[in-house]
């Protein structure tokens, strides 16, 4: 099959096309940046980009992350047949084999039957930061065959900071808090989202008083960026309370074209320094900067043209 | 019928310094345990030919094995059903089969073991409505419904709703069988499972005991039980315990249950007769270590096994099922039975181990090892507890990480020869078994077309019952359910309107809704290091360099079938050696695991099948991905797959057939990698020819 026949069938919605052509924009060969370029040529002349919301999902792991994205994402297939979504998860990787368990819960409630939802996990590989080396260029890809798409990150630390890089709308859970959880309002963490979720929420007192103490929490937040307010909820994937609300505020979210660009940037920056270290910064700095590079010659052709600079 | 083995003496006796003599003085032996044997297969009328066999050969007791789709709650003619009916058990669908199960048995002198747990209060409530309609009184039936929820999360794989609702459940069968039944045991905390799933004493000993203590405390919170009554409930709690090889530490394990058992219910329960506080319990020695390689071993190791619950006259088990030595091939024929019976019969009646009082008593040696195991359950107890309690460190997954780490234990002992285990990682090489060598090659089949049976009778059921009558029994049961009353009285009037077992199953689904535990598995550690290991992991280096991507291995347990084990520990070692690994737990169906292995793309597909129906599920598997249109995943298969059956699954597509004799972890994980190399080499193609890549295949 060629390459157009690929991009074709995948936009055309077969699973097994989708499924390859998200493989492609994961593939860590350095000759496999021509194919996704041409990947995306090929999709960008059939058709424009969805105007596809990129949500991210982030919390401490325990707190029902995946249990409440799959109560979403059924719900909002239910409300709308035509909006197709792409769930991402990120486990963590093995620092010894290099190998993953990758986490399949979130596929498991899902109504395996429904092709109108594609679920992939990637594995962390080492990358701090609570994505995948691969999880941004997939993402590229993912904006011409889905609606949405929903990222999960690691979830296993405060420096999962990516992920408010890359969407559109981050999404905090967290559960009624005992001990380390007040430790996690006050930490790094907390700066990051737009909509803070309390899950197993059930109206105990208890809960009650929790939800209190995140909302005045939430109030005194910082903002590092110019968005806005963080909003709170309580949910439980459990009894179904509050997914209605949670389902229309993401349903609501909005792509936005100029955080996508801010993101090549930043991605684009993050992969020079994994590969090239501190050294590769300078080259890139020397050349005037990610943004300068990316602006200049496009996302593919920087990386290529970045590497024979290295190489040289 | 004859249903219980007289002996001369039965009354109470004490011991005489080595004698145990009764209350006249009179020297006597004591009364043996109950003898069973786990069975039930194929349909009703053959179980119940079974039944009725085994009762004239001398068992005392019968022990009944459902089929899956009965343990989970479906009907027969449910999609996950179909490939399971009869295969591990008895299907029940309805109260008509009871009545065929039951034919000609006297129930009201039978003492009858069920083993059923989330469908219990159904299966308890349809043996009930048996003896409404045949005139018996049913305060005189006596039995087990084994309704330990928590090991089917931890182990055995039949949950169907969330911990809380399970547990409510069996609080309201104790508090329904307190009046109605009082010599039934409502449920039987099993540890059993616990040490199938790789648990060291010390943690079947805590995780049973603690799983006793939820039950008993939520019957408390109920409120239901007035407090005179509290001790009897005590009373009623039984456990289910296996016992392994090393026979004296599990005879030590036994004494340290009854001790720590007899201090639990004096000091959290404040039960006060001594008789309530005993540690009543059966058992079923260990499977796990059966092997299918010289598998006439296995009789030797049960007889041993059998010493570790017998010997011990304080700590002797109540009942005994032993597992037929061919267990590891396939399912027990009669013969395997009655020979595994006879073993039970030896002991009891031809050595003189009834005759004395507890050989043990005064040990220091034992005094010691069992003062060790209770210090090593209390800490685990006092952990649990720590958390919330059972239900907490089920959620949680604590619980399952900790057996799945004892496994990967065991298992790597065995890789390393820290453990022997003879014709297996010792003495491999034998003269070929004259046993597995006769007509039937040994094994058990189930003959087909009895599932018709089956379905025959759910459709005679559903065509002659008053559906509107079923309709009502079902909303009164659900209405029940909302309101939080105790379910046996309306499941008791669903059993009489024919309603059936899916039907029940699934009206409380509705409610309660359905439940999947923690894999367990993330974040296990293998602590296997070695050139081999080595090797793998740089051969999967130059894979995932070649391919531009880590090799992909989706781990699925397709169909009913619970017994998680074996994909477990394939999981934690392909990780181990640098496979990306996709693992969700079991009761998969085959068109999910096609889904996944086409989203996740993966490069292998191995599915873990030990019901038997390895052929039917394989078909269904390979169908799947063929008409998708996914070439690029070679799919592997693991389970009890009899000999014959490896070329029809070559046949069908399948790439590898791997069985209970492939015990090698690193071997399995090399021929994995081969089938991957060797794929890898055939998509190496001339250079100028255009991708993409993992196209081909």
């Known amino acids: 099959m060629s390459l157009q026949q690929l991009v074709e069938r995948a936009l055309a919605g077969d699973p097994v096309s989708r499924a390859k052509l998200v493989s492609l924009f994961s593939d860590t060969r350095p000759e496999a940046t021509f194919d996704r370029m041409e990947a995306e040529e090929i999709a960008q002349k059939a058709q424009k980009p969805h105007e596809c919301a990129f949500v991210g999902c982030t919390g401490a792991p325990g707190v029902g992350k995946s249990s409440l994205l799959s109560a979403l994402v059924t719900r909002l297939r239910k409300q709308n047949q035509a909006r197709l979504i792409a769930v991402l998860a990120i486990d963590p990787s093995s620092p010894f084999s290099g190998g993953a368990l990758l986490g399949d819960r979130v596929r498991m409630a899902l109504p395996e039957d429904d092709s109108g939802v594609f679920f992939r996990s990637q594995a962390a590989d080492r990358e701090l930061g609570g994505l995948s080396p691969a999880t941004f260029q997939v993402c590229r890809m993912l904006r011409y065959l889905f609606d949405l798409v929903l990222v999960e990150t690691v979830g296993v630390g405060q420096s999962e900071t990516d992920i408010r890089h890359l969407a559109d709308c981050v999404v905090l859970v967290v559960q009624p808090m005992v001990g380390d959880d007040v430790q996690l309002l006050k930490a790094g963490i907390m700066e990051i989202p737009d909509v803070i979720v309390m899950n197993k929420s059930d109206l105990t007192p208890a809960a009650n008083q929790s939800f209190r103490a995140l909302q005045t929490a939430a109030v005194r937040l910082l903002r590092p960026t110019d968005r806005s307010k963080v909003t709170t909820h309580r949910a439980s994937a459990r009894t179904g309370e509050g997914i209605d609300d949670l389902a229309a505020l993401i349903a609501d979210t909005r792509s936005n074209t100029d955080r996508f660009s801010e993101a090549e940037t930043y991605f684009f920056e993050k992969a020079v320094r994994r590969e090239f270290g501190t050294y590769g910064l300078d080259v890139l700095e020397a050349q005037g900067g990610a943004e300068r590079v990316i602006e200049q010659r496009g996302f593919y052709e920087a990386q290529r043209w970045f590497a024979r600079q290295i190489v040289v | ?697």
């Open chain 2, 1 to 697: 019928m004859k249903t219980e083995t007289s002996t001369k003496a039965t009354s109470a006796k004490k011991a005489d310094g080595h004698r145990l003599v009764d209350e006249d003085g009179a020297p006597g032996r004591d009364r043996p345990w109950i003898f069973r044997t786990y069975s039930g297969h194929t349909s009703a009328r053959a179980s119940n030919e079974l039944y009725r066999q085994n009762l004239l050969q001398g068992q005392t007791g019968l022990s009944i094995a459902f089929d899956l789709p009965t343990q989970c709650g479906y009907d027969s003619d449910h999609a996950m059903s179909r490939p399971e009916i009869g295969k591990v058990g008895v299907p029940i669908n309805s109260l008509d089969d009871m009545h065929v199960l039951f034919d000609g048995i006297p129930i009201e002198r039978m003492n009858t073991s069920m083993t059923i747990n989330a469908t219990s209060m159904w299966l308890l409530s349809l043996y009930v409505a048996l003896a409404q309609e045949r005139g018996v009184e049913v305060a005189a039936l006596r039995g087990t419904t084994q309704n330990d929820i928590i090991k089917e999360y931890l182990a055995r794989g039949t949950y169907i709703f969330p911990p809380p609702a399970s547990l409510e459940l069996t609080a309201q069968m104790y508090e329904y069988c307190l009046d109605a039944i009082p010599k039934w045991n409502a449920s039987n905390v099993c540890s059993y499972h616990l040490q199938e799933a790789g648990a060291t004493p010390g943690q079947e000993l805590a995780f049973a005991l603690a799983t006793a203590m939820a039950v008993l405390d939520l019957v408390r919170a109920r409120g239901q039980v007035p407090e005179s009554a509290f001790a009897h409930v005590v009373g009623r709690m039984s456990f289910f315990v296996n016992s392994g090889i090393r026979f004296v530490e599990e005879m030590c394990k036994m004494r340290a249950f009854t001790e720590m058992w007899d201090h639990i219910t004096q000091h959290r329960y404040g039960v006060t007769d001594p008789k309530r506080r005993a540690f009543r319990y059966g058992v079923q020695v260990n499977s796990l270590g059966l092997t299918e390689s010289q598998p006439e071993n296995n009789a030797w190791r049960i007889a041993l096994e059998t010493l570790g619950v017998t010997l011990s006259r304080n700590a002797r088990c109540r009942a005994l099922q032993l597992p037929a030595w061919n267990e590891a091939l396939s399912l027990p024929r009669p013969w395997d039975q009655q020979w595994a019976l006879r073993l039970q019969q030896i002991l009891a009646y031809e050595t003189d181990l009834l005759e004395y009082p507890d050989l043990f008593d005064g040990s220091p040696v034992v005094a010691s090892k069992v003062a060790a195991l209770k210090e090593q359950a209390q800490t685990e107890i006092d952990r649990i507890e720590e958390m919330g309690g059972v239900v907490a460190a089920i959620e949680s997954g604590y619980m399952k990480s900790a057996l799945v780490r004892s496994m990967t234990e065991r298992v790597r002992k065995i890789q390393e020869g820290e453990l022997t285990w003879v014709g297996v990682n010792r003495w491999p090489e034998a003269i070929e078994s004259p046993l597995v060598s006769g007509n039937d090659g040994g094994l058990f089949r189930v003959e087909e077309g009895h599932a018709q049976q089956a379905l025959a009778a759910l459709e005679q059921t559903r065509r002659e019952r008053d559906t509107e009558a079923a309709e009502r029994a079902i909303e009164t049961l659900k209405s029940a359910a909302k309101a939080g009353r105790n379910l046996m009285e309306p499941s008791i009037a669903c059993a009489r309107a024919r309603v059936t077992t899916g039907e029940w199953a699934g009206a409380l689904r509705d409610i309660f809704g359905e439940y999947r535990p923690a894999t367990g598995i993330d974040g296990q550690p293998l602590a296997l290091e070695n050139d081999r290991v080595e090797t793998l992991r740089s051969r999967i280096g130059a894979l995932t360099a070649a391919r531009g991507r880590r090799p992909r291995l989706l781990v699925g347990k397709p169909g009913l079938d619970g017994h998680s084990n074996g994909a477990e520990v394939i999981a934690v070692s392909a990780r181990h050696v640098g496979f990306d690994v996709i693992y969700s737990g079991i009761r998969l169906t085959p068109s999910a695991i096609v889904r996944s292995a086409i989203d996740e793309d993966v490069d292998l597909v191995g599915a873990s099948v030990l019901s038997g129906s390895h052929l039917e599920l394989a078909e269904q598997i390979m169908t799947g991905l063929r008409k998708a249109g996914m070439n690029s995943a070679q799919v592997v298969l693991g389970g009890i797959v009899p000999a014959e059956d490896h070329a029809k699954l070559e046949a069908l597509g399948i790439a590898k057939v791997f069985t209970p004799a492939d015990y090698e972890l690193l071997d399995t994980m090399e021929q994995l990698v081969e089938l991957l190399e060797a794929r890898s080499r055939n998509e190496a193609r001339p250079q100028n020819q255009k991708r993409p890549q993992n196209q081909r295949g």
